[in-house]
C-alpha cells in the first residue's frame, strides 16, 4: 500500500512547478518523439523517402510476411527481419555475458582497494571512452585487420601461419560490442560492490564459510542491483548498435541499428518501415524491462 | 562512418572574416574527400565568403538527408547524374536563371544538353568518370577484364572483395554482366538478378564506399569495386592495383553541382558555380581527385601525368559506358528488396 501522504503530496501546487520542467523535458524528448515514430510506422510510405498521410499497415505486413520479390506469391512468414533481429539479440546477449565476465572482477577489484586509490583506478576504466565511439571502434579495426599489428605481430613470431581472418565477421562485431560497452558494467558493479559492508563478508568467515559461498550467499546478492543495471546498460544499447556492424562487420551482416539505419539513410528510403522496426525493438526492451523491475519488485516484498 | 568524422570537422574558413569583409556564408552538401581544401580556401579569400561543408557517401544518403529536413540548410550539392534527375522531380532543386552565371559557356558542348538535365536548367558538370573494380597484382595475375571478377570470382579472390555500398551503381553493374537492362521489369531477369547477387554476396568480404580507396591500399581487400579516379589515388599511395575495363560494359557517371532549393544563400551559391566554371579552379579539382572536368581550357592547368593514367584511359576495345538509369517506384521497389536481401 502506498502511503497516504504521497498523494496528498501529488497536489501541492510547488511541487507540480518543480516537476513541470522535467515533465516537459520527458514530453518534448521522449514522448512526442516516440508517438511520431508511432504514428509513422502506421502511415503509407512516399517513394524515395517521406510519408503519405494515409493510415496503412504495410509496414508491419513487409516485417511479418514475405509474398516473395514480386508482393504477389502466397504468403508465408518472412524471416528476414526476425533472424536480423534474432542476431541482434544474440549478439547483445553475448556482448553483456563477455561485459560481466570481464566487468565484475574488475569492479570488484577496484571497489575493494584503498579508497583514496580507487579514483585512480575508475580514471583507467574511464580514459578510453573519452575519445568518440567512432574512432574507438575504426582504431579497433585497423589493429584486428588482415594486415593490422595483431596479426602482424602473431604472424612474424609464427604463432599463426595465416592472418586471424576477424574483419568483417560477426565475431569482429562482437568484440566491438564488448569493447564499447565494458565501463558500463564495470561502473554500476563498482558503485554497488563499493557500498557494500565488507564486515559481512568477514563475519561470514568467521562462521566457516569459505570464499566461494562468502561471494555467492553474502556479496552477490547484495551486488544484484548493480550487476542487473549494468546488464542492461550494456544489453540495450548492443541491440541498437550499427556502428559496430558497419564499420567491423563489412556493412554485410546487418543488426536492426543498421537495418533502421538503411530506411531512413541509405538506399531503402522507407521510413514507415524504420518507424515499425524501431517500434518493434522499443515493444522487446519494454517487455523485457517490465519484466525485470516485476522481478525487482518482488524480491524487495 | 568515416563520413561522420568528415561531418565531424567541417571547417569553418573565416578568411574574408577576419578582415572584416564577411560576404556572408556558403554551405556545401558533397561528397567526402572530392574537393582540395585549398580550392575552397581560394574561393573564401577571393570573395570573402565563409564555407562550411559537410559530407555524403553516397547518392541515396544526399537524398534522405535532404528530403529527412536538410533542405533549407544547403546552398549547394553534386548528385550524380541519375540523382539530378531523381532530386528534380523531388522538387529539391532552384533553376538557374538564364544569365545567371557568367561562365556558363565554359561548359563543354556534348556535356551541355544531357539526358538528367536537358538544357543544363539545374546544373553544371563538376567531374565525371567510370565504375569499375581494381585488381591487386600481387594476388591475382589472370584476365581482369571481366565482371565475372566481382560476381563469380576465382578462388585466391574469393573472400577478399570490396563492394561499394551503392546500391545504384551495384546493380547497374550486375545488370550488364548479365546482359539486361536497367530498370527491367521482366520477372525472369529480375530473378536472376536477384540471384547473381545472392551468390556473389558469399565472396563478398565487405561493403565499403568511403574505405574502398583505404581496403586495396591496406591490402584487406584483393579487389575493389571503385570509382575511377579513387582507384587511381590508391595507387598512387602505394597499392599495386590494376583497373579494370569490363567487356561486359562500364558504369560511367557524372557528379553536377546543382542549386538548391530554399537556399539560405542563392547568390553564393551562383558565386561559387561560376567560380567551379573557371578551368583553373576545375582543374584544380581534377588534380586532386584524379577524374575528369567537362569544362573547356582545363587540360593547360592538368597535371601532366593524368593524360596517361590508366585509370582515365580506357583501352581502344573498351565497350561504351552506361549511366546508372533512375527506375519508376515498380522497378524500384523490387530492387530494394533484392538489396535488402544482399544486405541482411
Redesign the interface.
Known amino acids: 500500500m502506498e502511503p497516504v501522504y504521497h498523494q496528498k503530496r501529488a497536489f501541492d501546487p510547488l511541487r507540480i512547478w518543480l516537476l513541470l520542467p522535467s515533465w516537459v523535458v520527458i514530453g518534448v524528448f521522449l514522448l512526442i518523439p516516440v508517438g511520431l515514430m508511432l504514428l509513422i510506422s502506421f502511415m503509407t510510405k512516399e ?4 510519408v503519405i498521410w494515409e493510415f496503412s499497415l504495410a509496414a508491419y505486413d513487409q516485417f511479418l510476411i514475405d509474398r516473395g ?3 504477389d506469391d502466397p504468403p508465408t512468414i518472412e524471416w ?1 527481419y526476425i ?2 533481429f534474432l542476431r541482434s539479440i544474440v549478439q547483445a546477449t553475448i556482448a553483456t555475458i563477455f561485459c560481466l565476465i570481464i566487468g565484475f572482477p574488475t569492479a570488484y577489484f577496484i571497489a575493494t582497494r584503498e579508497p583514496q586509490n580507487r579514483t585512480f583506478w575508475i580514471f583507467l576504466v574511464t580514459v578510453p571512452y573519452w575519445v ?1 565511439l ?2 574507438r571502434t ?1 582504431s579497433l579495426k585497423f589493429l584486428i ?3 593490422g599489428p595483431i596479426n602482424e605481430f602473431l604472424l612474424s613470431f609464427g604463432l599463426l601461419s595465416e592472418p586471424l581472418g576477424l ?2 565477421t560477426n565475431i569482429a562485431v562482437q568484440l566491438g560490442l564488448f569493447y564499447s560497452y565494458l565501463p558500463f558494467m564495470v561502473l554500476p558493479i563498482y558503485a554497488s560492490v563499493e557500498r557494500f559492508n565488507f564486515t559481512y563478508s568477514e563475519a561470514a568467515a568467521d562462521l566457516y564459510a569459505d570464499k566461494w559461498s562468502t561471494l555467492r550467499r553474502i556479496v552477490l546478492p547484495n551486488v544484484v542491483p548493480g550487476i542487473a543495471a549494468g546488464c542492461i546498460l550494456v544489453f540495450i544499447p548492443s541491440l541498437g548498435a550499427f ?1 559496430a556492424p ?2 567491423l562487420g ?5 543488426m536492426i541499428g543498421s537495418l533502421i539505419e ?1 530506411q ?7 521510413w514507415p518501415f524504420g518507424a515499425a522496426a524501431s517500434m518493434i525493438l522499443l515493444t522487446m526492451v519494454l517487455i523485457a524491462l517490465l519484466f525485470y523491475t516485476r522481478q525487482q519488485s518482488k524480491g524487495e516484498v | ?2 563520413k ?2 568528415l561531418v ?1 570537422s567541417a571547417i569553418v574558413l573565416t578568411f574574408g572574416a577576419s578582415s572584416g569583409f564577411a560576404q556572408g556564408k556558403l554551405s556545401i552538401y558533397h561528397w567526402f574527400e572530392y574537393i582540395p581544401q585549398e580550392l575552397l580556401n581560394k574561393f573564401s579569400e577571393e570573395t570573402g565568403i565563409e564555407v562550411t561543408m559537410d559530407t555524403y557517401d ?1 547518392n ?2 544526399l ?3 535532404l ?2 529536413g536538410k533542405l533549407g540548410s544547403f546552398d549547394v550539392a553534386v548528385p550524380g547524374d541519375y540523382m539530378v534527375s ?1 532530386m528534380n522531380s ?1 522538387g529539391l532543386l532552384d533553376e538557374i536563371q538564364p544569365g545567371e552565371l557568367s561562365n556558363m559557356g565554359n561548359i563543354q558542348p556534348q556535356w551541355m544538353d544531357v539526358s538528367f538535365d536537358p538544357g543544363r536548367k539545374y546544373s553544371i558538370p563538376y567531374q565525371w568518370g567510370s565504375t569499375s573494380f581494381s585488381v591487386s597484382r600481387d594476388v591475382f595475375g589472370g584476365d581482369i577484364r571481366t565482371m565475372g571478377i566481382i560476381f563469380d570470382p576465382p578462388d585466391e579472390l574469393k573472400g577478399k572483395i570490396n563492394v561499394l ?4 551503381e551495384v546493380i547497374a553493374m550486375a545488370s550488364l554482366y548479365l546482359g539486361i537492362p536497367q530498370c527491367t521489369s521482366d ?1 525472369d531477369q ?2 536472376a538478378l ?1 540471384e547473381l547477387l545472392q551468390g556473389a ?1 558469399e565472396n ?5 564506399s568511403d574505405g574502398a580507396k583505404d581496403v586495396l591500399v ?3 581487400a584483393a579487389v575493389g569495386m571503385i570509382w575511377n579516379g579513387f582507384g587511381a589515388k590508391a595507387r598512387a599511395e602505394g597499392a599495386n592495383i590494376e583497373y579494370s575495363y569490363p567487356r561486359e560494359g562500364l558504369v560511367v557517371w557524372m557528379d553536377n553541382v546543382v542549386l538548391l532549393k530554399d537556399a539560405p544563400n542563392r547568390e553564393n551559391a551562383l558565386k561559387f558555380m561560376d567560380f567551379l566554371l573557371e578551368p583553373e579552379n576545375i582543374a584544380a579539382v581534377t588534380n586532386y581527385a584524379r577524374y575528369s572536368a567537362g569544362v573547356e581550357g582545363v587540360d593547360v592547368f592538368l597535371d601532366a601525368d593524368l593524360k596517361s593514367q590508366p585509370e582515365s584511359v580506357p583501352p581502344a576495345d573498351a565497350p561504351a559506358g552506361s549511366f546508372v538509369e533512375p527506375c519508376d ?1 515498380e522497378v ?3 530492387y ?6 544482399v ?2
Do not use: C, P, Y
Not at chain 1, 563489412?250 to 546487418?254: L, S, V
Not at chain 2, 555500398?165 to 545504384?168: E, K, M
Not at chain 2, 563478398?204 to 565499403?208: D, G, H, K, M, V
Not at chain 2, 530494394?336 to 536481401?341: A, F, L, V
Open positions: 517513394f524515395r523517402g517521406g520479390l514480386f508482393g528476414t533472424v536480423i568518440n567512432l574512432i575504426v585487420r588482415d594486415n574483419i568483417n556502428i558497419d564499420l563489412g556493412a554485410k551482416n546487418f538503411e531512413f539513410k541509405g538506399n531503402a528510403g522507407n | 562512418m568515416l561522420k568524422i565531424v553516397s541515396e544518403t537524398l534522405a538527408n528530403k529527412g531523381i523531388e555500398d551503392s546500391q545504384g520477372r529480375l530473378q536477384d554476396k563478398w568480404a565487405s561493403f565499403n591496406s591490402g584487406d517506384e524500384q521497389v523490387v530494394n528488396q533484392i538489396w535488402t536481401r544486405k541482411q
